[in-house]
Each structure stands twice: as C-alpha cells, then as structure tokens.
C-alpha cells in the first residue's frame, strides 16, 4: 500500500530565505506527483505536477524535484514571502485506468514566512 | 468565475441523522470526487465518479453514498451519522482522470457530529 510521509510538519522561516520542503513515498511505481498548496479554510490549489517519466517542474518561484527510484519529491521556494504561507500537500498517484486512480495524500507541511 | 461549490459550508449533526453535502461544477469536468481531511492525515478518497451517472468507492467507502444525476452535480449522502464522520470534506473535479490533470478543489464543508 502506498504510503506518503512530509518532513518537516512545519517550518517557519524569516522573508526572503530560500526553502525545501520534501516528500517521501514508499511505493515508487507512482504515475505522477504533485504538490498543492492549502490555505486555511479553504481547498487544495495545484501547484505542480511531476510526470513519472520527468525529473522536475518548474512554475515561477516553486521548482519540485521527483527521484522515483529513492521515493522521494521535493519543492524548492526561492525568496520566500508571507504571501507563501499555507500548507502544502502532496500526492503520489499509481495504478492509473481507465476508471481512477490511488491518488494518496501526504499529511503536509505548514510553513510560515515572517516578515 | 464558480469552479467548485460546496454546500453547505458548515453542519453540526447528532449521532444517526442523516445529510446530503451537495459539490456543484461549472467547468464542465467529467472526472469528480469526494474526500475527508482529519488532523494530521492527508485527504482520503471517499468516493468518485468518472462521469454522468457513474460512481466508484475509493479508499474509505463505508458509510457513505453518493450519487452523479447531473454531470455539473455530485452528492455525498451520510444516512446515519457517526461521531467518526467529523471531518472536513472536500469536492474536487477534473476534466480527465486526476492522474494526468490537476483537480479543483471545493473550499470544504466542515462537518461535526455529536
């Protein structure tokens, strides 16, 4: 059964400063991970999303990194701003057909960035 | 600009009543989905459904229903409530199967059972 952990549970860093968040998962025959950012009180916004067959994506100041064979994912913040503040999630998707999919969620990463 | 509309937003129930939690679409996707978020735990896949008419049981099916009447509709049904079914509840779509394209997610309904 795939299981999907994220270190740290939370982290709180000063404005500016670059971070890495990470994301492990034990079953590497994943179809694609990829990262969401939640706010409080509100959904999941997608933020990347990493086929099995890429090595990263990039979307503006977020880069996420994908190592299938270590089971392990990881998403770069350059300049980190208050605004970044949220938690972030991600997901490991196997088993991809024609109906679904196992789609299983970390427990995430709270970050703060203080200004 | 909709998206994803989840009704209602807040629900306190006591043990046994029963609810309907409502997710209304707009993007016209044909992939939708039903999870609860518990403290500590990522989202879990309650139910989904690829289509108009369809639903699936995803990983914690037991004691919910849903139903997919209207393809911009998905109802997730509690016939008798359980202390355990507190959580917050997400809607989610997809305009193909949630592997390959992102999801959209609801803002959530929080929901307590006494």
């Known amino acids: 059964k795939q299981e999907v952990t994220q270190i740290p549970a939370a982290l709180s860093v000063p404005e500016g400063e670059n971070l890495v968040l990470n994301c492990s998962f034990t079953?590497?025959?994943?179809?694609?991970l990829q990262w969401f950012r939640q706010d409080p009180g509100k959904g999941l916004t997608s933020l990347l999303l990493?086929?099995?067959?890429?090595r990263e994506q990039t979307s503006g100041r977020l880069n996420a990194s994908l190592d299938k064979s270590s089971g392990r994912s990881t998403l770069y913040i350059a300049a980190s701003q208050p605004g970044d503040s949220a938690t972030y999630l991600c997901?490991?998707?196997?088993?991809?057909?024609?109906?679904?999919?196992?789609?299983?969620f970390g427990p995430g990463t709270r970050l703060s960035v203080l200004p | 600009n909709a998206g994803v509309t989840q009704t209602p937003k807040f629900r306190v129930l006591k043990t046994g009543q029963s609810m309907t939690l409502l997710c209304a679409q707009d993007?016209?996707?044909?992939?939708m989905y039903w999870y609860r978020q518990d403290p500590g735990m990522g989202l879990r896949l309650i139910h989904y459904?690829?289509?108009?008419?369809?639903?699936a049981k995803g990983e914690v099916p037991d004691g919910y229903n849903v139903s997919r009447l209207k393809k911009q509709n998905f109802l997730l049904g509690l016939e008798s409530a359980a202390p355990s079914q507190t959580s917050v509840y997400f809607c989610?779509?997809?305009?193909?199967?949630?592997?390959?394209?992102?999801?959209?997610f609801g803002d959530g309904t929080r929901l307590s059972i006494l």
């Open positions: 989610a779509s997809s305009y193909s199967m949630a592997g390959r394209q992102p999801q959209h």
């Open positions: 079953d590497s025959a994943i179809y694609n």
């Open positions: 990493i086929q099995s067959s890429q």
């Open positions: 997901a490991a998707v196997t088993g991809v057909d024609n109906y679904g999919q196992n789609f299983v």
């Open positions: 993007m016209n996707h044909e992939y």
């Open positions: 459904s690829v289509g108009e008419g369809t639903t």
